[in-house]
């Protein structure tokens, strides 16, 4: 029992250039959510999902989008890498009936030069 | 607006209880407030959680007072191992999907 992977742990972008984070859970959860986190301003919620084939934006989605094609995967894409997205993007999961308990991936740390 | 209110900081020795506050105006009114500890490299895992009065388990005590404005998360005779950055989650609304609110976090040091 893996819970929340996160997939790659870390990548240097060159402004413009594209990529896919990778999240998986194996916990059956129905929701899923992306966080970036920044020094001093906690996690923002990026885009989460409530359900296979479902997405919807949070409160800093611009520049990000999503996919859930699977229950047990969320895929955040980067079409065009600016600075500012440069972070630490967290993915997590939770039971539909218990969103304030999430479980959270360990993290991947993205750098936009 | 939703927004929390935690400090940025604190500092504090072994064997001391430690307690964290975070202000959440306006919160829903149903719902539970939720504390997640952070360690470096690492993402944010459950402590507690709470909806009124006070919840206590293995690790933690959470008081959170009838208006329900703020929440104090209490960790007893903290060791080193508790240094870490802790959030507060708090629900805004009660309709629809429930706005999930971070708080900004509060970085605990605890020194010998």
């Known amino acids: 029992n893996a819970g929340v992977t996160q997939t790659p742990k870390f990548r240097v972008l060159k402004t413009g250039q594209s990529m896919t984070l990778l999240c998986a859970q194996d916990?059956?959860?129905?929701?899923m959510y992306w966080y970036r986190q920044d020094p001093g301003m906690g996690l923002r919620l990026i885009h989460y999902?409530?359900?296979?084939?479902?997405?919807a934006k949070g409160e800093v989605p611009d520049g990000y989008n999503v996919s859930r094609l699977k229950k047990q995967n969320f895929l955040l894409g980067l079409e065009s890498a600016a600075p500012s997205q440069t972070s630490v993007y967290f993915c997590a999961s939770s039971k539909r009936e218990d969103q304030e308990t999430q479980y959270f991936g360990p993290g991947t740390r993205l750098l936009v030069l | 607006l939703a927004k929390t209110t935690q400090p940025i900081s604190m500092d504090s020795y072994e064997g001391q209880e430690v307690n964290i506050t975070c202000s959440h105006n306006?919160?829903?009114?149903?719902?539970?407030i939720t504390w997640y500890q952070q360690f470096p490299s690492q993402g944010p895992r459950f402590i507690i959680q709470?909806?009124?009065t006070k919840v206590t388990n293995e690790v933690a005590s959470l008081f959170i007072p009838a208006d329900r404005k703020s929440s104090t998360l209490s960790l007893p005779r903290v060791s080193l191992s508790d240094t870490a950055v802790y959030y507060c989650l708090v629900t805004f609304g009660n309709t629809g999907f429930q706005k999930l609110v971070f708080g900004t976090g509060t970085r605990l040091l605890v020194s010998p």
């Open positions: 709470g909806y009124k």
């Open positions: 916990m059956n959860h129905e929701y």
């Open positions: 999902s409530v359900g296979e084939g479902t997405t």
């Open positions: 306006n919160i829903a009114t149903n719902d539970y």
